[in-house]
């Protein structure tokens, strides 16, 4: 059985997809990616784990779930769009049988952990349950914002993913500034804390610009760490960016 890494955020518009493409990027053997809702485009239309192709290149073998046209919350867009909700065991049968074929497997969640993706208030933590009661081991990775306010959206999260027994690998910064702030600067110190999990990587602003799946990669290899296949060191980015 492979390796399962659910993909979570403190917010939407944190860096979800490009951390997921950085991580696929790294991977030297075929890696699946699953989107298990996606939200806010037409049939037809790229969505996210078209990206994470784009950047990572032709290793990646992508999977939707469902899609729902409008900008929402999964179960809201469901809702209005009068399609089905997302079934869990549906979920956890797909990622079972990805794990059976692919070295690696990441699941990108929609907007933050506790985003309902049902009627019933389902969220992608008990969508990441439902894996493991049917014999999938899962981890999580939580990518944060850089600046102020990102401490206590980390801290909740993490403690959301305690309360439910379920793993916690590390934090990522979707999204470092070019000039950080102070308290970007700082929350480079204080973010293990928060999350009880060690600091990863910090993906620069604007990744998802490069021009190519081999420059992609040179960039996620300087801003991910060695646990999850790059080179970079979290106490000399740290250190790098003291705020004095």
């Given amino acids: 059985m492979s390796s399962v890494l659910f993909v979570t955020g403190t917010n939407t518009e ?11 990027a790294l991977r030297t053997d075929p890696v699946a990616v699953l989107k298990p809702g996606q939200t806010g485009l037409a049939p ?6 078209e990206e ?21 919350a999964p179960d809201t867009a469901a809702r209005r769009s009068g399609l089905p909700a997302l079934a869990p065991d549906e979920v956890a049968k797909t990622v079972a049988d990805l794990a059976g074929r692919f070295g690696a497997v990441l ?9 309902r993706y ?18 999938v081991q899962v981890e ?32 990522v910064v979707g999204s470092w500034p070019a000039d950080p702030d102070l308290a970007a600067r700082c929350n480079l110190a204080d973010l293990p804390s928060a999350a009880g999990a060690p600091l990863l990587g910090a993906l620069p602003a604007g990744a998802a610009a490069a021009q190519s799946p081999s420059a992609f990669r040179e960039l996620a290899a300087s801003s991910l760490a060695p646990s999850l296949g790059g080179h970079w060191d979290a ?10």
């Fill in 235 to 244: 106490e000399a980015f740290a250190t790098a960016h003291h705020p004095g």
């Fill in 140 to 171: 999580f990775l939580l990518v944060a914002a850089a600046g102020l306010g990102t401490l206590n959206a980390t801290a909740l999260t993490a403690e959301a993913l305690r309360h439910r027994g379920l793993a916690l690998r590390g934090v």
């Fill in 52 to 72: 994470v192709a784009r950047l990572a290149g032709p290793l990646v073998h992508g999977v939707e779930l469902a899609r729902y046209p409008e900008p929402l």
């Fill in 107 to 115: 699941v990108e969640g929609a907007g933050g952990l506790l985003v």
């Fill in 14 to 24: 944190v860096g979800k997809t490009v951390t997921t493409a950085a991580l696929a």
């Fill in 44 to 49: 037809g239309e790229p969505g996210d784990v």
């Fill in 118 to 135: 049902d009627a019933q208030g389902r969220t992608i933590a008990d969508l990441a349950a439902a894996c493991e009661l049917a014999g």
